[in-house]
């Protein structure tokens, strides 16, 4: 089986055999690391891509807004989760604020709120603040179904 990650420096979608470790892996175009143990600021344009180009893991969104207390109390908790979650899981941050229609398109009503996703297929919602181990505890829970 082969796994598909967006490189987060370029935007090209790489391929990459499955018995390779995506943890050491280049970008083919721009040779960049794949991941880097961080979340991924993105556009709504950026997620519909992570989300449609990932394959064989899986995309983790945190949608907050810069004038939300819980959020900004839980972006420490998200990168935190973020070096403990990649390769397996990309984590990106959705700004509700600057992209709107995104933020509604996936229907979110409160914030934080983290929507897991599978192959472009949502299979995960939590809202509220969360500590980066309950972050991973609950996204390894859902994606361990």
Known sequence: MTHQYVCPSCSATNRLPEQRDPSE?????????????????????GLAKHRRDTRGGAVLVDVWA?????????APQYAAAASRLEPKVRLLKLNSEAEPNAASALGVSGIPAL???????????????MSADQIVSWTEQVIGR
């Open 66 to 74: 810069p004038w939300c207390g819980p959020c900004r109390a839980m």
């Open 115 to 129: 929507i897991l996703f599978q192959d472009g297929v949502e299979v995960g919602r939590k809202a509220g603040l």
């Open 25 to 45: 892996a280049q970008c083919g175009k721009c040779r960049d690391a794949l991941f880097s143990g961080a979340p991924l600021e993105v556009t709504g344009a």
